[in-house]
């Protein structure tokens, strides 16, 4: 299995356009101060030893050896050992709604931003336990099948937003119903489902699925996020632009909190609304921790190999190729003929 042990030095990569931009922009300004000078052919007999070319492989050689070195700083890692280990949790998935309406800012930053930090944070809590995701609107996906790898569930709980599913609307029973059948198969474990929504569902009997989760032994909480009074939704995230009806009037999201409770009465879980100071999840969390965590069987990788030294090699090799590269060209190189004819044997 192969992993970065320090992903986030990877962000330094965006100074590479900026060095070829700089790069590009230094050439453009000599080449004009060349045409202002005088005549390009003139200059260029006037200074024998430049090299248009050589600069160019210089850089090209130092940004390559800057790409090899931030994914060094990276630490790729290769997975070695294989092993399998007895684990004690708990299968649990969070269903997110990522209709339009998440976009309203009544939660700040809004409503889908907030949910995703606070399920950031419920990842970095988790111990032992599994994780899925399913993101719903007008219809309800599986975004991260049920697993132990916390670093993964964090990747794809990053690319969540509201334009990822077409269809708009909001199907809570559907989310509910495919969350049920994303469990482990046969699994002991204990089976939770947290959704989190602003409660405005116009597709289907959330309640209905809720209750037949419940007869399967699965826990259905639902965190409520938004406020009753409702707020315009933007029509994209952080705009000042609102949407409208087709009568053009500014669509209006509000909380559906007597729907949320409903829904967590019937899958036998707890209600909570989300605020800005808290949200609600180490609430539910709470519950959560008062299971009986059920053991069961995990294979995770125990020992990795360090991959760094594949990169810094090479990069120290290109840097150690830039400095011997001159920026003029060499005299004694330059005197070497090897396509030209010996006028001395042209009439032999």
Do not use: C
Not at 127 to 149: C, H, K, M
Not at 264 to 280: C, H, L, P, S
Not at 307 to 332: D, G, S, T
């Amino acid at each position: 299995m192969f992993r970065l042990a320090h992903p986030y030095y990877l962000y330094f990569l965006v100074i590479v356009p900026v060095m070829t931009g700089l790069f590009l922009w230094i050439r453009y300004r000599v080449k004009k101060q060349w045409h202002e000078f005088g005549d390009e052919a003139l200059i260029r007999e006037l200074m024998p030893d430049y090299s248009p070319v050589r600069p160019v492989i210089k850089f090209i050689l130092l940004v390559a050896a800057f790409l090899l070195i931030i994914i060094g700083l990276a630490r790729p890692q290769f997975g070695a050992k294989l092993v399998k280990m007895k684990r004690k949790g708990i299968e649990l998935i969070i269903a997110l709604d990522v209709s339009n309406s998440m976009n309203a800012e009544d939660i700040q930053p809004s409503r889908l931003e907030r949910a995703k930090q606070a399920i950031a944070r419920l990842v970095d809590r988790l111990d032992n336990d599994r994780i899925g995701l399913i993101v719903f609107a007008g219809e309800a996906y599986t975004q991260l099948p049920i697993t132990s790898d916390y670093v993964s569930a964090k990747m794809f709980l990053n690319t969540i937003n509201t334009s990822m599913i077409p269809r708009q609307g909001t199907a809570i029973g559907k989310a509910i119903e495919r969350a049920s059948f994303s469990f482990t198969p046969n699994s002991p474990l204990k089976k939770v489902i947290v959704v989190i929504t602003d409660g405005e569902n116009h597709e289907d009997d959330a309640i209905a699925a809720a209750h037949m989760a419940a007869e399967k032994g699965i826990i259905v909480h639902a965190i409520g996020i938004g406020s009753p009074e409702g707020v315009p939704v933007p029509v994209h995230p952080g705009s000042n632009e609102f949407m409208k009806d087709r009568e053009g009037n500014v669509v209006v999201t509000k909380l559906n909190e007597e729907l949320l409770a409903q829904i967590a009465q019937a899958g036998k879980g707890i209600y909570v609304r989300a605020k800005n100071t808290q949200f609600g999840l180490n609430t539910i969390m709470d519950e959560i921790e008062r299971l009986e965590k059920k053991e069961y069987e995990s294979k995770i990788y125990t020992d990795y190999n360090e991959q760094f030294r594949y990169f810094f090699i090479p990069a120290l090799f290109l840097l150690i190729i830039e400095l011997l590269i001159a920026e003029k060209k060499n005299k004694q190189l330059s005197k070497i003929k090897l396509f030209e004819v010996d006028e001395r044997n042209k009439n032999v």
